[in-house]
Antibody, heavy 118, light 112 residues
Framework: QVQLQQWGAGLLKPSETLSLTCGVY????????WSWIRQHPGKGLEWIGE???????DYNPSLKSRVTISVDTSKNQFSLELTSVTAADTAVYYC????????????WGQGSLVTVSS | DIVMTQTPLSSPVTLGQPASISCNSS???????????LSWLQQRPGQPPRLLIY???NRFSGVPDRFSGSGAGSDFTLKISRVEAEDVGVYYC?????????FGQGTKVEIK
């Protein structure tokens, strides 16, 4: 059974960089695509981007200039960085596995609340 | 971006009765490879989303058979044949055919 465990700083000041990591257990990070999704308080879901086994990435154009998703195969984990955060980036951030043939998000992390406040 | 519109936004249901959620996309979700990458997620209160249905009508592992998906092109439906207490939550449709992935605004299923 695949499990995703995520961690990172939960409180940031405006202009700082959000950094989250998602550890993959019960499977190899080399074998799948991996995504980050966020959910603003009381709102719906927003796809941030994905990283492929090749290391290639795709990002939501709305965030592309500030986002980097990377993978560390030696630690079997992948990470999200979002630069120059503002209060509008306050959200619960989720990591998720993307199943390769169905293009669905089949396993999710527990979520990390990130609050941006001065 | 593809806009995913769900109706209704709220669905009060009596236990044991059916529920139905519609999802309409602003463009066809048929990919050039012939597949339609439309899935449904369930988010119980305080929990991360959970995959229910992928590629319109395929139930994910462990999902009860009271959940079913149907549709084609740009119109899709999620049905719960007999709602149980554990089905309370918000349901989202999502598309991966077009970049970026987008989600519906969510439909809240609650017990009357």
């Amino acid at each position: 059974q695949v499990q995703l465990q995520q961690w990172g700083a939960g409180l940031l000041k405006p202009s700082e960089t959000l950094s989250l990591t998602c550890g993959v257990y019960g499977g190899s990070v080399r074998d799948y695509y991996w995504s980050w999704i966020r959910q603003h308080p009381g709102k719906g879901l927003e796809w941030i981007g994905e990283i492929k086994p090749t290391g290639n990435t795709d990002y939501n154009p709305s965030l592309k200039s500030r986002v980097t998703i990377s993978v560390d195969t030696s630690k079997n984990q992948f990470s999200l960085e979002l630069t120059s955060v503002t209060a509008a980036d306050t959200a619960v951030y989720y990591c998720a596995r993307e199943e390769a043939t169905s293009w669905s998000l089949d396993y999710w992390g527990q979520g990390s609340l990130v609050t941006v406040s001065s | 971006d593809i806009v995913m519109t769900q109706t209704p936004l709220s669905s009060p249901v009596t236990l044991g009765q059916p529920a139905s959620i519609s999802c309409n996309s602003s463009q066809s979700l048929v990919h050039r490879d012939g597949n339609t990458y439309l899935s449904w997620l369930q988010q119980r209160p305080g929990q991360p989303p959970r995959l229910l249905i992928y590629k319109i009508s395929n139930r994910f592992s462990g999902v009860p058979d009271r959940f079913s998906g149907s549709g084609a092109g740009s119109d899709f439906t999620l049905k719960i044949s007999r709602v149980e207490a554990e089905d309370v939550g918000v349901y989202y449709c999502t598309q991966a055919t077009h970049n970026p992935w987008t989600f519906g605004q969510g439909t809240k299923v609650e017990i009357k």
